[in-house]
């Protein structure tokens, strides 16, 4: 009977070490994992960043393209009002003399 006993108990010291051993071989792979985890967030938050960058910076250079172009135009078309203005100036005055005097 007493060894029946010590068997058991053999036995049930034998499953506990497993469960134990279970147990810290379950932590090693959670601190593994938490591990990885923060590696992986952190890389994917250093290309996240970058690629924001890039965009930020083709966005900025679309904008300085378009608003050189926009200079551009708006210049192109002053002159060419200033020009008809100054080759036309005593035709327009005339023109309104005349429309007030029409009166």
Aim: charged share 45%.
């Amino acid at each position: 009977m007493d060894s029946v006993i010590n068997k058991l108990t053999e036995i049930e010291q034998t499953a506990s070490a497993i469960v134990a051993h279970a147990e810290e071989e379950k932590e090693k792979l959670d601190r593994e994992y938490e591990e990885r985890r923060r590696v992986f967030d952190e890389e994917l938050e250093e290309k996240t960043l970058a690629r924001i960058a890039r965009i930020q910076d083709g966005l900025e250079s679309d904008k300085k393209t378009l608003l050189t172009g926009q200079e551009e135009t708006s210049r192109a078309l002053i002159e060419s009002l200033q020009k008809e203005y100054e080759e036309k100036h005593t035709m327009y005055a005339e023109d309104i003399l005349k429309r007030i005097t029409e009166v």
